[in-house]
């Protein structure tokens, strides 16, 4: 954990950036920073190193001072608050370098009593989890792996519509930053051509009547290099670069992401369930497919018709029957 000292330290190496970064691509005078800040010029010198060691470009010229030419596509909370215009999501933001899994540090976090919007957000994660039981392969800065800690006043019965809520916002922020086409397959897997590019993991503390705390995580394929997937996974997963032929921004899409997530957590936690369904269903390629569903041993087979205002998939039987589904998986078939 970090000591005093090291707080301290970051906070110098802080100020020293937010300093380069109001010059907006100009140059600063060192000696300018260094009386302005109440350090030496070879303290200024020493944050500098330190900024460029973490992937900052930083360049300096005798007698002229320090500009800043480029940042690095890290998570590094200073990075995401700078485009973030969300009030609740990322109202704290805890940043790894590497961690087993977000969600389980963050139920973690909840558990301690971290705030609403608290996101824990790693560069990779060994032991990352997919829904039933899966592991979700999350390879060293190349995606957006991170978890959020949501308290919504609404009962257990109510909570369905979250997962949809987060695909929706998911959805629009990689159309925004990409200009991609991202479909949604009930319930929450978001697709790229009939390809898996991300996914939602909704994990929860409840009792009969309330809500304690809500966990969801969100893995992004950015910029995963296709050959990362195992060999089963290739055939269905992708990534934005895959598609694209190029990286993307990765601090870009986190923060539109959360933006996006501000909005259609509103809509959630005011129960406007209409409006998330509504916007659910422009984006969902389901309604309408014969699909198979698998919910634990069992294997239904109709057409997926509707979904409820709960989030619940409504599947018509070949002898007309309708069925709710709340959970599981459904394959589209031909
Ligand atoms: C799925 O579609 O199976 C859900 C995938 C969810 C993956 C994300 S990555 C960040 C968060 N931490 C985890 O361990 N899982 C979720």
Same mark, same amino acid.
């Not at 961690?99 to 990352?128: C, F, H, W, Y």
């Given at each position: 954990? +970090? +000591?005093?000292?090291?707080?301290?330290? +970051?906070?110098?190496?802080?100020?020293?950036? &937010?300093?380069?970064?109001?010059? +907006?691509?100009?140059?600063?005078?060192?000696?300018?920073?260094?009386?302005?800040?109440?350090?030496?010029?070879?303290?200024?010198?020493?944050?500098?190193?330190?900024?460029?060691?973490?992937?900052? *470009?930083?360049? *300096?010229?005798?007698?002229?001072?320090?500009?800043?030419?480029?940042?690095?596509?890290?998570?590094?909370?200073?990075?995401?608050?700078?485009?973030?215009?969300?009030?609740?999501?990322?109202?704290?933001?805890?940043?790894?370098?590497?961690?087993?899994?977000?969600?389980?540090?963050?139920?973690?976090?909840?558990? @301690?009593?971290?705030?609403?919007?608290?996101?824990?957000?790693?560069? @990779?994660?060994?032991?990352?989890?997919?829904?039933?039981?899966?592991?979700?392969?999350?390879?060293?800065?190349?995606?957006?792996?991170?978890?959020?800690?949501?308290?919504?006043?609404?009962?257990?019965?109510?909570?369905?519509?979250?997962?949809?809520?987060?695909?929706?916002?998911?959805?629009?922020? =990689?159309?925004?930053?990409?200009?991609?086409?991202?479909?949604?397959?009930?319930?929450? &897997?978001?697709?790229?051509?009939?390809?898996?590019?991300?996914?939602?993991?909704?994990?929860?503390?409840?009792?009969?009547?309330?809500?304690?705390?809500? =966990?969801?995580?969100?893995?992004?394929?950015?910029?995963?290099?296709?050959?990362?997937?195992?060999?089963?996974?290739?055939?269905?997963?992708?990534?934005?670069? @895959?598609?694209?032929?190029?990286?993307?921004?990765?601090?870009?899409?986190?923060?539109?992401?959360?933006?996006?997530?501000?909005?259609?957590?509103?809509?959630?936690?005011?129960?406007?369930?209409?409006?998330?369904?509504?916007?659910?269903?422009?984006?969902?390629?389901?309604?309408?497919?014969?699909?198979?569903?698998?919910?634990?041993?069992?294997?239904?087979?109709?057409?997926?018709?509707?979904?409820?205002?709960?989030?619940?998939?409504?599947?018509?039987?070949?002898?007309?029957?309708?069925?709710?589904?709340?959970?599981? @998986?459904?394959?589209?078939?031909?």
């Amino acid at each position: 954990m +970090s +000591s005093p000292g090291f707080a301290k330290k +970051s906070k110098i190496k802080q100020t020293v950036l &937010d300093a380069l970064v109001k010059a +907006s691509g100009s140059f600063v005078s060192g000696t300018r920073v260094s009386a302005e800040l109440g350090m030496s010029r070879a303290a200024v010198w020493k944050q500098i190193e330190i900024l460029r060691k973490e992937g900052y *470009s930083v360049s *300096s010229k005798p007698r002229i001072g320090y500009c800043l030419t480029g940042v690095p596509d890290r998570f590094y909370p200073f990075e995401v608050k700078r485009l973030l215009k969300a009030e609740i999501m990322g109202s704290e933001i805890d940043y790894f370098d590497s961690l087993g899994s977000t969600n389980d540090e963050t139920m973690k976090r909840a558990v @301690e009593g971290a705030p609403e919007g608290t996101v824990v957000i790693a560069e @990779e994660q060994t032991k990352g989890k997919g829904r039933l039981g899966r592991a979700w392969i999350s390879p060293k800065y190349q995606g957006i792996w991170f978890s959020i800690v949501l308290r919504p006043e609404v009962l257990p019965a109510e909570t369905g519509l979250i997962t949809l809520a987060v695909a929706v916002a998911v959805a629009r922020a =990689v159309k925004q930053e990409t200009g991609l086409d991202v479909e949604i397959k009930w319930p929450n &897997d978001l697709l790229i051509k009939g390809k898996k590019v991300a996914g939602i993991l909704t994990e929860m503390s409840s009792e009969q009547d309330k809500v304690h705390f809500m =966990v969801v995580g969100v893995g992004i394929n950015a910029n995963v290099d296709p050959g990362s997937f195992p060999g089963e996974l290739r055939a269905t997963a992708t990534s934005l670069r @895959e598609q694209l032929g190029r990286d993307v921004n990765r601090v870009r899409l986190l923060c539109s992401v959360l933006n996006e997530l501000e909005s259609s957590y509103r809509s959630f936690r005011e129960k406007r369930s209409d409006e998330i369904v509504r916007d659910w269903k422009e984006l969902s390629s389901t309604l309408g497919k014969k699909v198979e569903v698998k919910i634990l041993d069992r294997i239904f087979v109709g057409v997926a018709g509707d979904i409820d205002e709960g989030g619940q998939l409504i599947i018509r039987m070949p002898d007309g029957e309708l069925i709710s589904v709340s959970a599981g @998986e459904i394959t589209y078939l031909r």
